[in-house]
């Protein structure tokens, strides 16, 4: 059997985690695989908590984060340097996840090289162009220039067949995330922050927080802070709010404007947790808010409500399925969908037991051997048109 060399790219947390089961499973499969792995580095801190955690050390890391970077920096840079790393990783498939600059960036220099495109998470759509920004289009592109996608749902795999993407090249496979969450997750785990281990599990709800897109700034979450600051206020003796603030500087200074010079005892601002102390923290959790892509999927494994606190989801398998409400960013809506969950018992039992979409843990496998029985070519090219 002729190994398949396959270069997987990423350049952030969430890509990170999502590719990791596969990562390791062709590191596991040296017979079928010969991987090349490498790290853009769009995140920095963040992404090597997820490396270290899986044991994951790429072959190559660009490095391209700087301060305060654009969209337009993330996407040059990495282009640039994923053009050399083609050459050198001498690929016969560049691998993909999701809908960062980095996935589309990876996607569109092997186009360039000629080289196949195989996209995992793909399929998901808001069809709102600058809902999410700048990922529904990141996708969307991803889609054009890729020729395997693996849709995490059937839902997902309809929205490809409707652009015309044919039928044999899409494959659905579960979504990897729910293979890394159900490996990371451990009852006896100690958070290192000590805040976390005191909180009151038994008698209190503890409801997670968390923020980062770039169409939640401004407006959007000062209004999400006004609701929580209710929320606290009125459960101050049954709550506890848990927030991990992104370290974005916009992200901490509408925070420090919404909550600062106010002491809420029961609202815990925090520095972002490692994907496994997360992975944790939403296992102890009543509610999650997020506008989180990623949360929505993993939350319901865990049997957690989900509050979208969001437009527009890519991800509409969960409302359907009832494992997570879409309320937006009206503070008196998202106050009054906490409130239901709170102080109705049969509504939150709804949401927690319903059955998640999202897989059994099996994807990473079920991509593998998709991978290895495929047959793709590219026609690399020799020099520069």
Known sequence: MIRKKVMIAFGTRPEAIKLAPVIL?????????????????????????????????????????????TLFDITTRALKGIESVLKESRADIVLVQGDTTTAFAAALAAYYEQIPVAHVEAGLRTHNKYNPFPEEINRRLVTVLADLHFAPTVFSSRQLHKEGIPDKDIFVTGN?????????????????????NTL???????????????????????????????????????????FPVHFNPEVRETVRRSLGGQKYENIHLIDPLDYQAFV???????????????????????????????ETTERPEGIDAGVSKLVGTDPDKIYNEVRRLMEDPSAYERMATAVSPYGDGRAAERILNILSTVDIHGTRKSKAD
């Not at 040296?30 to 090597?48: I, K």
């Not at 050390?57 to 984060?65: A, F, Q, S, T, V």
């Not at 927080?209 to 929320?231: C, D, Q, W, Y």
């Not at 506008?291 to 049997?303: H, K, M, N």
């Open 200 to 242: 009151d599990y038994q008698t209190k709800r503890v409801i997670v927080l968390t923020m980062h897109r770039r169409e939640s700034f401004g407006e959007p979450m000062r209004n999400i802070l006004s609701a929580v600051r209710k929320i606290a206020e009125v459960y101050s003796q049954d709550v506890e709010v848990v």
């Open 25 to 69: 499973g062709m590191q596991k499969d040296r017979g079928r695989f010969e991987p090349y792995v490498l790290a853009t580095g769009q995140h920095d801190e963040m992404l090597s908590q997820v490396l270290h955690l899986f044991e994951i050390k790429p072959d190559r890391n660009l490095e391209i984060m700087t301060a305060g970077q």
């Open 280 to 310: 944790q923290m939403m296992d102890r959790a009543f509610i999650i808010l997020t506008d989180s892509g990623g949360i929505q999927e993993e939350a319901p494994t865990l049997g957690k409500p989900v509050l979208v606190l969001r």
């Open 176 to 196: 990897t995330i729910i293979d890394a969450l159900l490996m990371s997750v451990r009852k006896d785990y100690v958070f290192k922050d000590n805040r976390l």
